[in-house]
């Protein structure tokens, strides 16, 4: 009788036997794990098979940039219908990938700045999307169904034993790698440096978890996303942020957060020295992060508001910085920040009491979507954070202040807000009756829409306009009346009468500015700890060193 999934064949080893297979074809183009100068393309050639799954960095900073601009000169006719696992889609040459035949179908959390290019490829049946994940269920499915026969990660440094040192950016690496070599996938790695193992600083991935690494034509790429130029934050910005210091961080004493990406947040970060000064808050709220080193995060650190930071990744300039405040960095003894994305993502789950970011869109329902009319970006790590994560147990007094249920079912609830400007730039309207996201997900085959944050998790919805409690809303129209009533002239706002919002004002469902002691006429620059890049570096104490676009000196 012939063998059958789930029946037993007498052979165990079949992956092991292919990998020793591949490293075999390749022993010719390397010394030891050390692939030969100027032979990194035929040694991929020599690896992959049609249709493998490739892991490959991709992160959300942190590229594999060599090995993915050498994966795309390969032969078609050699490397052909890969499936890539890609978390962020941020190259050029991501999908090219797909224009030359060599890959097929992707799985992705985010495409970023290939955002447009992305939809487009889609819509024309070049890119076979499996799924848009958040990250922590992309590597997740690394561990389950989606194995990768190949990774192709980046280090900093790795010694000719294949040892690895990441330094501040390990993001993802260590996760990819345990995915793929403890499922008897080759591992092969890009590092700016190939050193004797006493130079290697730190070991952040042992060499047994890699098979091959070879010497980068320049160090790998580093996007500095998270950093926010002061001068860009406008009195919106800064109105909306007194709003959400007094009507959610101290109101609900929030002690653990995440800040999204976004001028909205660095604003909040800005005002903490100041605003959160006056008002009596050091100590009370904003005192443990997950979080990128934001430099926008520097004066509050520095003013001894915050505690502890642990972070997702990286962030170009913030090296020494990190390195001298290892009391609210995690860092290694070499002075490195040690960032993990996994375990921040779960941190940013279980640990904290509120998420807090924007979006580009929210519908009535406070669903929200970063995917907009051509253009396919997916999300990233927000609904990671941006959920009630129900197996929460222990107590905080935010979490405990959105008690609901019934005992003994009465458990607390995380904070999840989403904070934005009612119209975008260009007269946009931020708030919508419809995401254009349900029409993208039906033009690519999506079964379900790609929203980036449910509304039935989002706890406030906080704008220029004020601060809508949707968590004490008793039915679905009286979220929807609640969120209509901070969202201004758009389609969603208009609906409301000004005797219906201050009904909702009595009941508490809505704060306007004034119902919260937010003088409105303070939302000025002045506000800011910081005002520009400039202002930061002196913050620092000169330790912080912005990359070349946000230097104006």
Request: hydrophobic content about 40%; proline content about 5%.
């Amino acid at each position: 009788m012939g063998a059958t999934a789930g029946t037993c064949s007498g052979v165990w080893d079949r992956r092991r036997a292919a990998k020793r297979d591949r490293l075999a074809a390749v022993e010719a183009l390397t010394s030891g794990k050390v692939v030969v100068e100027g032979r990194l393309r035929d040694v991929l050639q020599a690896l992959l098979r049609p249709g493998d799954r490739v892991a490959l960095e991709g992160d959300n900073q942190k590229q594999a940039d060599f090995l993915s601009r050498t994966l795309a000169t390969c032969d078609p006719e050699r490397v052909n219908g890969l499936h890539m696992l890609i978390s962020s889609v941020s190259r050029p040459e991501h999908l090219d990938l797909f224009e030359r035949g060599i890959a097929a179908k992707l799985d992705l959390a985010f495409a970023g700045p290939q955002s447009v290019r992305m939809a487009q490829m889609v819509t024309d049946g070049t890119v076979t999307v499996g799924a848009i994940h958040t990250y922590v269920e992309l590597y997740a499915r690394m561990f389950v169904d989606l194995a990768p026969q190949v990774a192709l990660l980046c280090a900093a440094k790795a010694d000719r034993l294949g040892n690895l040192y990441t330094g501040a950016n390990t993001e993802d690496t260590p996760t990819i790698a345990e995915a793929t070599a403890f499922r008897d996938g080759v591992v092969l790695v890009q590092a700016d440096e190939i050193v004797n193992p006493a130079e290697l600083p730190r070991v952040d991935i042992p060499g047994d978890w890699v098979d091959l690494v070879v010497a980068a034509d320049r160090p790998f790429a580093l996007e500095p996303l998270f950093t926010r130029d002061p001068r860009h934050i406008g009195d919106l910005e800064i109105l909306q942020a007194m709003l959400a210091v007094r009507g959610i961080y101290e109101r609900h004493q929030v002690v653990s957060l995440n800040h999204g990406i976004g001028f909205d947040t660095a604003a909040i970060e800005l005002i903490l020295p100041t605003y959160g000064q006056r008002l009596g808050l050091k100590g009370k709220i904003a005192r443990h992060w997950t979080l990128n080193p934001h430099p926008t995060l520097i004066p509050a650190i520095e003013s001894g508001w915050v505690e502890s930071v642990h972070s997702f990744g990286g962030e170009a300039g913030m090296e020494r910085y990190t390195a001298a405040r290892p009391d609210v960095f995690f860092t290694g003894q070499d002075g490195s920040l040690r960032s993990n994305r996994v375990l921040c993502q779960l941190a940013g789950q279980y640990a904290i009491d509120m998420f807090i970011g924007s979006s580009l869109q929210i519908d009535g329902d406070a669903n929200s979507s970063t995917v907009t009319d051509g253009r396919l970006s997916g999300f990233g790590g927000a609904p990671n954070m941006g959920h009630d994560p129900h197996g929460r147990r222990h107590p905080s007094r935010a979490w405990l202040s959105m008690l609901h249920g019934e005992s003994p079912a009465l458990r607390g609830r995380k904070l999840v807000v989403q904070i934005a400007q009612t119209f975008r730039t260009g007269a946009t309207p931020t708030f919508l009756e419809t995401l254009d996201a349900v029409e993208v997900g039906e033009h690519a085959g999506m079964p379900v829409a790609p929203v980036m944050i449910y509304g039935d998790d989002v706890t406030h919805v906080v704008t220029e306009e004020g601060v809508a409690y949707l968590y004490k809303a008793h039915s679905l129209a009286d979220r929807r009346d609640a969120l209509a009533a901070v969202a201004g002239v758009t389609s969603v706002g208009r609906r409301m009468t000004a005797d219906q919002v201050e009904q909702l004002r009595k009941d508490g469902l809505v704060a306007l500015p004034e119902d919260l002691g937010v003088e409105v006429g303070l939302a000025q620059r002045t506000l800011l700890a910081a005002r520009s890049i400039d202002d930061l570096v002196a913050w620092s104490g000169g330790l912080y060193e912005p990359p070349a676009q946000f230097r104006d000196w």
